[in-house]
């Protein structure tokens, strides 16, 4: 069975203070690693896609990077608009069944 | 409208009553699916449709009876709810298939909060 476990639950920063999300995952047959992120009461919002050891991903603050066993967001000098939680999620061979994490928590203040 | 939609956003209903919420997407995708995301628990995969069949039904209680009838519109029917269902049901939807690709990335609604009285 697949298992997604986020890393720390909950992170709270100062603004400009950078840091690093962690996901470690198992999974038969890795078909890609998303990173998404959630607003309170909203839908998960799609970041990124990581398809292989080795690849990474940025988009303005945020970057993804992608092991065998574990994959980080790093977020570069946050400010408070990037305050949310961040889902990480993995797709196996088998199926179109995505496993998510519990989430980190993030909370960036001025 | 743009990317994946849901109706009612909000929706309280007692244990005896029938109710059903409405997921449309708009990216011409092939696969839609139904989520369950309760408080402090992972978001919990309930059904998959694919090509308008269901192809994956994840234990979950008959009281949810789901629908797809076209590519475009996925249903979630309710009946006789328990107080522990009230939740965030979020539908998603992607291009589908196997094979790595693209195609694998799950677009989400805004979600319909759920509370069962």
């Known amino acids: 069975e697949d298992q997604v476990t986020q890393s720390p639950e909950a992170l709270r920063l100062q603004e400009g203070e950078s840091s690093s999300l962690n996901c470690s995952y198992t999974?038969?047959?890795?078909?890609?690693l998303f990173w998404y992120r959630q607003d309170p009461g909203k839908g998960p919002e799609f970041l990124f896609t990581l398809y292989s050891a080795g690849e990474e991903k940025e988009k303005e603050r945020l970057k993804a990077t992608l092991t065998k066993k574990e994959s980080f967001l790093h977020i570069t000098a946050p400010k408070p608009e990037d305050s949310a939680t961040y889902l990480c999620a993995v797709l196996g061979s088998a199926g179109n069944k995505l496993t998510f994490g519990g989430g980190t928590r993030v909370l960036v203040k001025p | 409208e743009t990317g994946v939609t849901q109706t009612p956003r909000h929706l309280v209903m007692g244990m005896t009553n029938k109710k059903s919420l409405k997921c449309e997407q708009h990216?011409?995708?092939?696969?839609m699916y139904w989520y369950k995301q309760s408080a402090k628990k992972p978001l919990e995969l309930m059904f998959v449709y694919s090509l308008e069949e269901r192809v994956e039904n994840n234990s979950v209680p008959s009281r949810f009876s789901p629908e797809c009838p076209n590519s475009s519109h996925l249903f979630l029917h309710l009946h006789t709810l328990q107080p522990e269902d009230s939740a965030l049901y979020l539908c998603?939807?992607?291009?589908?298939?196997?094979?790595?690709?693209?195609?694998?990335?799950?677009?989400f609604g805004p979600g319909t909060r759920l509370t069962v009285l």
């Open positions: 990216l011409g995708h092939n696969a």
């Open positions: 999974v038969s047959g890795l078909r890609g």
């Open positions: 998603a939807s992607s291009h589908g298939g196997a094979g790595r690709g693209s195609g694998d990335t799950q677009y």
